[in-house]
């Protein structure tokens, strides 16, 4: 299979996601953030800088400048990731990427931002397709 997508715009992706997922900080449902106490709270903070903001921005400007058709292949691709289809479904998988595009690129941004583990899933999407990050990147 030959992604619509650049390949390194996909490894990319996984990338900042990866960079972005390390920075944030997710409370359990339970746990107020004003429950930290003042040792870990000097922690957590640096985790909550204008690094993370960056790689945020950045993460979202390169959904924003990929096509609705690239758009929609990232999200099929994290759909085929985390198991919602699978790679025999990519047609299908594609159909209702193409749908949520469709009804608001926007909602579809928010969604891959929101998306638990999008570097895993997106790599894991990939790889159903035998497609690797492997040496993309990498100095020689």
């Known amino acids: 299979m030959d992604p619509l997508t650049p390949l390194e715009t996909l490894c990319r992706i996984i990338l900042r996601a990866r960079e972005y997922e390390a920075q944030t900080v997710d ?18 903070s640096v985790l909550e800088d204008d690094i993370n903001d960056s790689v945020e921005e950045e993460l979202r400007a390169v959904f924003e400048d990929l096509g609705e ?3 929609a292949e990232v999200i099929a691709f994290c759909w085929v990731g985390q198991g919602t ?14 749908s949520l595009v469709g009804e608001s690129v926007d909602e579809a941004i928010n969604e891959l931002m ?27």
Request: proline share 2%.
């Open 85 to 98: 289809y699978e790679a025999a479904d990519w047609d299908e998988a594609m159909d209702e990427a193409q």
């Open 27 to 44: 409370y359990a449902d339970d746990q107020d953030a004003d429950d930290v106490d003042d040792e870990q709270e000097g922690a957590l």
């Open 114 to 140: 929101d998306q638990p583990m999008l570097a895993s899933v997106l790599d894991s999407g990939l790889a159903a397709f035998d497609l690797s990050c492997d040496g993309i990147g990498d100095v020689t």
């Open 69 to 71: 058709d690239q758009l």
